[in-house]
């Protein structure tokens, strides 16, 4: 499979979330439409609700680990030991990379936005912000992790 990664940047860079599009880009891998997966990671992005908590990219990266292993029967304790196992890798390759998972840490800032209103996309939006990279280095992990036996 050709890699999506810039695909996955390219998406971030027309505007939509960055959870969007780390998971849109990948969700057709795993049965899931294009529409559907920009409406499902469409309340992540801004760290959920632009509360600047956890990054929307690790929170896509989770609902990706989720379509691919994830477990669905309320018993199977091994099952959800396993899907928690496979998110704290990921999680844990991109703390490993910008020494957090959390929106605010990674964007320099102290607190929840006062706003839930996104910041205009410009190009000092752009051109200031890491989000970009982060995009980035969500889809080669998803890559990495996920992407091996499919086609």
């Not at 409406?39 to 691919?68: D, Q, T, W």
């Amino acid at each position: 499979m050709d890699s999506r990664v810039e695909q996955a940047v390219a998406t971030f860079e027309s505007g939509y979330t960055c959870a969007q599009s780390v998971f849109a880009t990948y969700a057709d891998l795993f049965g899931m439409d294009r529409e559907t997966a920009l409406k499902l990671a469409s309340p992540m992005g801004g760290g959920i609700g632009r509360m600047r908590e956890v990054c929307g990219v690790v929170s896509a990266m989770a609902l990706l680990a989720g379509l691919k292993e994830g477990n669905t029967d309320p018993a199977n304790e091994e099952g959800k030991e396993q899907i928690y196992l496979l998110t704290r890798q990921m999680a844990g390759k991109f703390k490993e990379k910008h020494g957090s998972i959390i929106c605010r840490e990674l964007l320099g800032i102290q607190e929840m936005e006062e706003s839930a209103k996104p910041s205009l996309r410009t190009e000092e939006y752009y051109s200031t912000r890491p989000c970009s990279r982060l995009v980035a280095t969500a889809a080669g992990i998803v890559e990495e992790m996920l992407l091996e036996n499919i086609n």
